[in-house]
């Protein structure tokens, strides 16, 4: 099954383990006729990076992709672009100790359970890294978005039990720093906004734009929840206060509120579109924690190594990247609602 | 596009709108050899029929389904299951109103802009009731895992501002009938819990069972939140609390929690799978409410006809329905993982 | 699985076994906006009527097509068309004879092993009735591409040993009722054309436009054989004769001779598309037949009831439909190729 | 669109141009715990490998395959295996006299008009040198299907106007050295065989076994004809002729002839698996031949470089290996028809 393959249109496929050879992707469908800047793939590269400051991984890893097909000039041609980036600081040897151990709330024991074989380092296929392909096939998205005026943004509105209308990075440093002395790990909550949205995006009844968001980002490692427009808030509300007016401003129908979040049936409505997604803490805590091996014999564990205090500020290019993946992919689909 | 098609190997595509001549669908990959009990999918149909109280709409509908292939003396041949539930009580009359008005929080202005032509009569494909082919689907579905022990559940655990661990069918209907009396309308959260979930099913990356579970779930008319174990309030945590510890209990490797909702990274590790999801209030309010025509004039509406307060209890098959179709789905796709 | 799904952006789900309630589909994808010619979808189905002479099947099956969804005063809305053919003339009776025997060169035997059950009345999913809702797709795919003046034909070319340019409905029944005085079935080879094809349809590297025409004509019942352009007989030849000289022709860009038979490297150029489909003999002859039960004993079969003496001409309008669906599918999806 | 996705269980991926970085692909869906043998991958390639002898290509490539991912200690692990092959021998130089002209009966004209752009260096992605994606992939499927003693064979039994039983390799280079000194190429046909095939693979109504082989088949660069069985013969024929009589043979049922080529109703039925594939002569013929560049003005072409005379030998591990790719997806597919 291509369970790796994500978007109809634009469809990104992924591979690579977290301290395989490399890690990549192939996007197929990608639209002809576009001059790509690979600058800013990087950057968005760049921003997920490791070891930025004292609260993220300190693994080193250039994370420079190579394309290696699907261009011209740099120029797109209408076939796969695929890219690989590859693992250069992986020393499986750091994972020989829990090679038969189970780290609670991580994948080992599904992965184990599911196929009888996995790559223990690193967390293998379950590792977030695995997602750098995301951010890549991300870039190439927003730079396609951006010709039409489209724009993804996002932000940080909740770490811990600390909330705001957005976090700055040092904000985030500052909270996550004492997570980090105390050993332990912390979860968030992050905004996204698509600006500046088309009208008639999202294919009922199964392919709606926020069904199709929601599964995008609960791919996203450590995603517990999702929410569109108010969300969880809704069900506290009344017809009369959630529905949003519609009203002309003239040049197109608008709503004066936008508690949809930008989506009505599964169609966006030219409203931004806007999304929260909740983590769970990263379960790589640095305490010591019980857990069980292979043969269910029991274990203490204490995790060494490089690991991130909470999936904050990394992720953020994540959820920039799946969501500018899911808007191109409905921008090219509804091309074909008519003749 | 397959765009009304849901699932993998067993999959469902539906058809149909609300006032149309039928509704139905076509399940392709339902295992052979099943005797299917048709009393179960009848049951099912009746909890979501409306009517049955007064906070429903008093649209009456037999909802009697129709299998018109599939089944060979009531046993499942491994080909298409196709059937059709005949529209009755469609009266296109009743929206000649709105015809050319559009309706706040409904899709009646986004199915317009997107195909640029609607079947404004009851909602057309936008109307909650095209998701009753769901409901046959997963009362097919449930019966299959039920041969495995597995098991749906759902409850209700919040209306408008209460909060509840379940609350009983007379309580839903007091709560409601509050708003009713008001001509408003408001909003609910559902908890559904797949009992008895097998290990190892869910297809990362981007098949993972919650991101799939999480699409299914926003499908439904109204949804606006999901949330898988924790969900939202794993990121109030700490890892060291959120992490779920590993235990062998004799038999099997379990979790002494299940912060997690059943799925780590992904795939299920034999826990119950818990997960929310949250509904706005149901948009046709019975109070006067500003908007606009397709010309862009403002109008004042004023919806008249038969709808309900809430989308619980209503909802409440759906959820089931396609948790159970999700589940099964997986259970198929588990098959191929090894020769 | 939909194995049961034809196509990508223009996609069609069939169901129904030849003796069931009904067979059908859903056709998933249709452009909105076009009003629809019921008149010429029946037209389609009249020339696959069984019973039109002495040389076709005499099952009376009136083959009324039912509408269900996806239209709105005559025009197609974007959502699914739905359609149910009842079957009336259906006598399973005819059929006890065969239950546990397998007929020669039928599917029989296959479904029964794959399936572990199977209809048998009528050769249930495995009949070519199953494929009446294909020619119904394929009517309203051909509607569509006549908005662009793209026309699909088809002739008949070869009988048995008979070869032609194109028999006409005398010269077939004529050659026909020869091997039906001798209760015996003949083979078949129907080219089909598809004029005025656009040019740059068609998705390689494993879309190819040829690709999926071969896919689609080999799903038609007692399909041995696809070719396209010089087909097999490119096997014989030099390049030198077989390459098609480009020449510009004052407006466009064409070729002088069409070996390729209008496809190159999987993609149209604007002639004409072309292409061979081989029938073998229809396996159900009047002669007594050496086979075996289902429990391995010897029997010896004599076929009763009502069957055609060869695929043509009652195939003629499935592969129009076929090639319908392929070509305006592609068409639609060329429309992803630029932004 | 996954355009360069072929496969539903066991899927590749293909990525690359001819004179790009590199060629490649990602394998999904490869079942895991099968530990797989290196050496036999490269084995394959070999076979494909230009250079070899007078008549094929004297591009001098390498063409090692470094698998990138989803292997853990030489075993698969049920993750993505991704492979690339480094493109060494590109001179992109000698292209630059084809750069605005049009090979007659090449894909250069087709890219052009369907993307507004495209890589002239080799053919770019419509080179014949693409597919060698997928004789990785079919190399690994192969090592699978033997473990259940399913073997891939092939024979080459036609070239120009000679037909044989099976041609040595001896036979081929003598045949083919004839066009070469006549600056001239020439078709041929080769035949598949999948020996030992399990009864029961194949997906109707629409992924019959050889509705989907044909699809593969049609793909491979030059392919203009598929027959499965009798194929285009089957017209030729006599119903009482051509029908495979079922016989016990002690162990299993089984036909006494296989004029169906192991497939009735799109089902194997455990014989073997017989199909013939037809190529077109190569279209890169040394004469000179007349065209037209990009603008429409007419040009003489001299091809240059290093071309084949024919598509046999180097097609061959190309059949197969789509041949083995197939088969391995159905056998996969059948363990979801029953529960």
């Avoid at 383990?17 to 192939?26: K, L, N, R, Y």
């Avoid at 380092?121 to 005026?149: E, F, M, N, W, Y």
């Avoid at 791919?219 to 949003?244: H, L, Q, T, V, Y």
Wanted: charged share 25%; with cysteine.
């Amino acid at each position: 099954m291509n369970n790796n393959t994500f978007g109809t249109a634009f469809c990104l496929t992924t591979f690579g383990e977290s301290h395989g050879a490399a890690i990549g992707g192939v996007i197929d469908g990608c639209p002809a006729g576009i001059l790509l800047d690979k600058a800013l793939i990087e950057k968005e590269l760049s921003r997920r990076k490791p070891g930025q400051n004292a609260t993220m991984s300190t693994r080193k890893e250039p994370d420079e992709v190579e394309l290696l097909s699907g261009l011209f000039e740099g120029n797109t041609t209408g076939t796969p672009i695929a890219f690989v980036i590859r693992n250069k600081d992986a020393k499986t040897s750091d994972y020989e100790n829990i090679k038969d151990v189970f780290r609670p709330s991580h994948a080992d024991f599904t992965y184990q359970e599911k196929y009888g074989i996995r790559d223990y380092a690193g967390g293998g296929r379950g590792s977030a890294r695995t997602l750098l392909p995301c951010v890549v096939a991300g870039a190439i998205a927003k730079q396609i978005l951006a010709l039409q005026d489209i724009e993804i943004q996002s932000n940080v509105i909740q770490i811990g039990e600390e909330r705001s209308a957005g976090f700055s990075n040092d904000d985030i440093e500052r909270i996550l720093s004492r997570f980090r002395e105390e050993k332990d790990t912390v979860g968030a909550v992050v905004q996204g906004i698509v600006k500046n949205a088309p009208v008639g995006i999202g294919e009922p009844a199964f392919q709606k734009f926020h069904a199709v968001l929601a599964h995008a980002m609960m791919n996203i490692n450590a995603a517990k929840g999702f929410e569109i427009g108010e969300g969880f808030n809704a069900a506290r509300m009344r017809g009369s206060e959630c529905n949003d007016e519609f009203y002309y401003d003239g040049e197109r129908i608008r709503t004066r509120t936008n508690h949809s979040g930008g989506v009505q049936g599964g169609i966006t409505n030219g409203e931004d579109i806007v999304f929260n997604v909740a983590f769970k803490p990263i379960p790589s805590v640095m305490l010591p924690q019980k857990t069980v091996d292979i043969h269910g014999n029991e274990k203490v564990l204490e995790i060494q190594g490089r690991h991130d205090v909470c999936v904050v500020p990394r992720v953020i290019p994540m959820i920039e990247a799946m969501a500018a993946m899911v808007t191109l992919d409905f921008v090219l689909l509804k091309k074909c609602n008519k003749m």
